[in-house]
């Protein structure tokens, strides 16, 4: 048998002369007048084999002349520079060629049904179908490499820091707080379930009263959660948990680690530390708790100016409770027409917003907007001033809830970001989210629920409004954000009994609901649990934007489709009734209809 001896990226000049065996699969095979060349491929990259009558046994050559596309190939041959005028600047070994004097096909190749290039223009769902084949593009092949060189660095910086890396359950217990969880039957405990951890949270609080200190774990985690392009059913998160630490501890250490990383994976020098900005701050600006800062498009407020004025749009939104807000979309006039204008005033309406009123300021300095007729001539120039209007621009404004105004103008931004051409790919953007708000009031339960999780900590100033106005309640939270999106997210945790007690009633939990819940938290708490905080990374968004990728199914070697099918194994899929009898279960659903 033949065992290789280099890698295909291996070879340079400095080989010339040396006999070589190289494994791999044949890229591709070329027949140029009795001359076989073939582009052998293995992890690491391509070199390029010859074989003629003149240079192997009429053996190997018939051999080599048999070779098809992603055969399997062991080959023995002697290095040579390539002739003059021959060489391939693309390929690293593009100076030399191995000349074959032994090939051996160690496994032939049905035709894949999809070019394994990256120029190739397939439907995701047959990509994921042959995902094995898929994995051997370069790029994929480089997401998978850059997917380890990620969490190596990760492990590594945290093991400089003190950390220890300490697996917590899969199987844990079901706490319907959050999302859906997906839920495994005991067979040994008819009728109960474990279910599967959608964060190894209460487990790493645990490990601090356990006195543990500092931990981490590179942590699968699963969410039953509709799904999008930065969301898997199961997905892996860098998790993290200290003792004894405030926000700015836990901010500057994983400021660190981001630099490591980058630094180590893509040799890149991300300067610290990173921009901070309070979850007011970025709503009312940006109309997102994850702006986007590689472009500006800033929001700005128009409710003193909208309040009593001639258009009652805006002035009942305000005597409502609700917000005005517009953007400037400088230059405007010369990028979007009517037509554009209405196909974004039907976007903005995605996502709530009943309208979006504009003003249009041609290069003469003519005005044209709907509004002109409801408004005064103070009340349109103090509108321009406020948002620093030009002749050119368009002037964008929506009025409704503060929650809705944000969600649409906030998308309107970013849409227009796209549209003008205002973002940098190339640039990385992070910035830290704070003081989120501890609560959010859902209109249709007519309750509170957690913004995070029940675990975070107020601001101490604002525990006092915990009984009074829990709706302005901040929370000890804070967010990594990278170009708009959420990379980590975490919080100072509360460690006492008596402040999570307080936390459960807020969120209209019985005692009897919550102690039967968490009882394990709980009761730890009892026995000493120090101060404690903590952050959890997304990997895979991490590296989807490190890979600049638009979706995070690019940097996962075995994801599942949109609709949360694996088609390449066919999962999920029916079970035997033996099976579902062992568990004590029946189902209670419609046969699928054969076609």
Known sequence: MLKRTHNCNDLRKEHVGQEVI???WAQKRRDHGGVIFIDLRDRSGIAQVTASPETCSEEVFAAADSVRSEYVLAVKGTVRLRPEGMTNEKLATGDIDVVATELVILNKAKTPPF???????????????????????????????????VVKAMRDYMDEHGFLEIETPILQKSTPEGARDYLVPSRVHEGEFFALPQSPQQFKQLLMVAGMERYFQIARCFRDEDLRADRQPEFTQLDMELSFVDEDDIMTLNEGLIKHIFKVALDRDIPTPFRRMTWDEAMNKYGSDKPDLRFGLEMVDLCDIAKGCGFKVFDQAVANGGVVKAINAKGGVHKLSRRDIDALTKYVSIYGAKGLAYFSISDENEVKSPLLKFLSEEEVKAIFDRVGAEPGDIIFCVADTFKTTCDALGHLRLELGKRFDLIDEDELSFLWVTEFPLLEWDEETERFYAMHHPFTCPMMEDVPL????????RARAYDMVLNGVEVGGGSIRIHDAELQEKM?????MAPEEYTEQFSGLLNAFQYGAPPHGGLAFGVDRLLMLMAKRDTIR???????TQSAMDVMMEAPSPVADAQLRELHIKLDVKEKEEK
């Open 504 to 508: 459960f009633k807020l969120l209209n």
């Open 466 to 473: 915990m009984e009074t106005d829990a709706g302005k309640v």
């Open 22 to 24: 190289l494994t791999g």
């Open 115 to 149: 070019y394994l290039t990256d120029d190739v223009d397939v439907d995701e769902n047959i990509r994921l179908k042959y995902r094995y084949l898929d994995l051997r593009r370069p790029s994929m092949k480089n997401n998978i490499m850059l997917r380890h060189r």
């Open 554 to 560: 690019d940097v996962i070697p075995f994801p599942k």
